[in-house]
T-cell receptor, first 114, second 113 residues
Framework: AQSVTQPDIHITVSEGASLELRCNYSYGATPYLFWYVQSPGQGLQLLLKYFSGDTLVQGIKGFEAEFKRSQSSFNLRKPSVHWSDAAEYFCAVGDTGGGNKLTFGTGTQLKVEL | NAGVTQTPKFRILKIGQSMTLQCAQDMNHNYMYWYRQDPGMGLKLIYYSVGAGITDKGEVPNGYNVSRSTTEDFPLRLELAAPSQTSVYFC????????????FGEGSWLTVV
């Protein structure tokens, strides 16, 4: 069965600092990988996704993620964090079979200090 | 451009009551999903559907039922509500091609007391 691990429950960074959120997955084949962001009281918004091809994926709001098959990782990065980036971030793996169901990690809560 | 619409947004139920969470999408998506989100637990799949008339269990289906009589609608039924069903529920949908983006509704906050 597929699974996702986000080892950091909470992360605090200063505004303007760089950010990296870790994500490790377990899946038997080449996975579909996603990062979603959730602001308080809101639904989930897709930041970026990886299906195939270039392992460095660009997303919205200046985020990027790199797929590393050898490390089973899909870490999210941003060079300079803005206060509005404070939110919860979820990594997810999608099965490539019927249903394309998403399995989510437990999330990383990002706090941005001004 | 409505996307995925969930109703109600908030609801308080008494133990043993039943209710239906409504979900509708206007994107003609074949695939629809119901997730629940508990603090510190991420999202867990309850049920999903790959098209009208077809539903299947996800990771945590106990205590819930679904139906999919139309492409647009995917209601989630809670029978005999229990405190363990206090959660935030998200409906989602995607187009039929494998790997397409899954779009989420804004969530339904349910409290069982």
């Amino acid at each position: 069965a597929q699974s996702v691990t986000q080892p950091d429950i909470h992360i605090t960074v200063s505004e303007g600092a760089s950010l990296e959120l870790r994500c490790n997955y377990s899946y038997g084949a080449t996975p579909y990988l996603f990062w979603y962001v959730q602001s308080p009281g809101q639904g989930l918004q897709l930041l970026l996704k990886y299906f195939s091809g270039d392992t460095l994926v660009q997303g919205i709001k200046g985020f990027e993620a790199e797929f590393k098959r050898s490390q089973s990782s899909f870490n999210l990065r941003k060079p300079s964090v803005h206060w509005s980036d404070a939110a919860e971030y979820f990594c997810a793996v999608g099965d490539t079979g019927g249903g394309n169901k998403l399995t989510f990690g437990t999330g990383t809560q990002l706090k941005v200090e001004l | 451009n409505a996307g995925v619409t969930q109703t109600p947004k908030f609801r308080i139920l008494k133990i043993g009551q039943s209710m239906t969470l409504q979900c509708a999408q206007d994107m003609n998506h074949n695939y629809m999903y119901w997730y629940r989100q508990d603090p510190g637990m991420g999202l867990k799949l309850i049920y999903y559907s790959v098209g009208a008339g077809i539903t299947d269990k996800g990771e945590v289906p106990n205590g819930y039922n679904v139906s999919r009589s139309t492409t647009e609608d995917f209601p989630l039924r809670l029978e005999l509500a229990a405190p363990s069903q206090t959660s935030v529920y998200f409906c989602a949908s995607r187009a039929g091609s494998s790997g397409n983006t899954i779009y989420f509704g804004e969530g339904s906050w349910l409290t069982v007391v």
